[in-house]
C-alpha cells in the first residue's frame, strides 16, 4: 500500500473527522473508500463514454448492429411484453 498526502479544505476535513466518529472508523479508511468508489464511478463512465463513442463513430457501418439480430431482438421484447398482459 502507497501512502498519499492530500491536504484538505478545513471544512472537508472537520465532515470528515466526523463521520469518522460517528461511524467508528478510521477517517483514512472513510477517505480510501471515497476515493475508490469515485474512481470506479469514473471508470463507468468512461467506459459508457467510449462504448457511445464507438456506437456513433460506426453507426451504419459493418460495425453496426446485425440488423437481423436486432429484429430478433425486437421480436423477443415485443412477445415478452404480449405475455406480461
Known sequence: MRNFHLPLPEEVYRDLR????RTSRPATALARQAIELWLRHRRKV???EAIAAFAAENAGSPLDLDSEL???SLEH???AQEGKR
Do not use: T
Open 18 to 21: 466526523e463521520e469518522a466518529v
Open 46 to 48: 468512461a467506459r459508457h
Open 70 to 72: 436486432e429484429a430478433a
Open 77 to 79: 421484447l415485443l412477445a
